[in-house]
């Protein structure tokens, strides 16, 4: 996964929130554009849109954007930082099996993920489907277990973090696994009920989700705040153009300029991939 892109009315604001709290690093600033992120890598991306408003609720959108750290120690140290300088964005926390994740909720309503892997030697699969829960994961005790003091005084803010999964609101989980599996070409490794769809590609647990837990019946977007733009980074030149083919196939309405291919989903979520 590549950086994705923010749609915001208080950029300043924001970009308090991403590099103060969620310990990201300012990569670029540039008139209306900052690109925040961890060494040297894009995470979000933040662009001014003064003429826009938030969407209504139950639109489809971003459901949260997955921050993974390489550590626990790493993700401690954003915990604490959460901890200290916006606690009241905290939404929550859980053991995933795979993973342990942290929830919270920036200032203009965008949800975030932050997380680390278990290896995946400890990673569960049955029929091709990976194994996750949602279990109890206590954010005190893993600050007490996780965090050094050489982390709380900032030693693991330039250590590598990515963008390890996006979470999107859809309208139906039938449709987005029709784009998303049959169209784009992603496994599935996970449902739940007819609400959430997890995908992949190359064995990992979830590179994107679609769920309906907020949206359920929502159609295409409108313009509004939140959600710009998801980028794909493929491994090579002759992935992206299977992938432009796919698409074609499918008569997927995309702009290919033969380095990068950007397209929408059913519910206008602009996707952008190029080679990574």
């Given amino acids: 996964m590549g950086a994705v892109t923010l749609l915001v009315g208080d950029l300043d604001a924001m970009t308090r929130y991403y590099r103060d709290v969620v310990t990201l690093q300012v990569i670029a600033a540039e008139g209306d554009t900052v690109t925040l992120g961890r060494a040297g ?155 959430a769809l997890f995908v992949s590609a190359g064995g990992y647990h979830h590179h994107m989700a679609m769920n309906v837990w907020n949206s359920r019946g929502a159609g295409p977007r409108m313009p509004a705040l939140g959600l710009g733009r998801v980028d794909l980074a493929l491994p090579d030149r002759d992935s992206l153009g299977e992938l432009s083919e796919r698409l074609r196939h499918h008569r997927v309405e995309i702009e290919d300029d033969g380095r990068t291919t950007t397209f929408t989903d059913p519910w206008r979520n602009t996707l952008h991939a190029s080679v990574a």
């Fill in 41 to 195: 890598r894009a995470i979000v991306i933040l662009r001014h849109e003064a003429g826009l408003r938030h969407a209504p609720a139950g639109a489809a959108g971003l459901f949260h954007t997955a921050i993974l750290f390489e550590s626990q120690t790493a993700l401690a140290a954003a915990l604490f930082s959460l901890a200290q300088h916006a606690p009241g964005t905290f939404t929550g926390s859980a053991d995933h099996l795979v993973s342990q994740a942290f929830y919270a909720t920036d200032p203009e309503g965008n949800g975030i993920e932050l997380y680390w892997d278990r290896d995946r030697s400890a990673w569960s699969w049955t029929h091709g489907q990976v194994e996750m829960a949602t279990l109890h994961l206590d954010p005190n005790a893993f600050i007490r277990d996780h965090l050094t003091d050489a982390a709380a005084a900032g030693s693991t803010a330039a250590d590598a973090a990515s963008v390890g999964h996006v979470h999107l609101s859809v309208g139906d989980v039938t449709t987005a696994r029709a784009f998303y599996v049959d169209t784009l070409g992603f496994d599935v490794t996970a449902e739940l009920d007819g609400s």
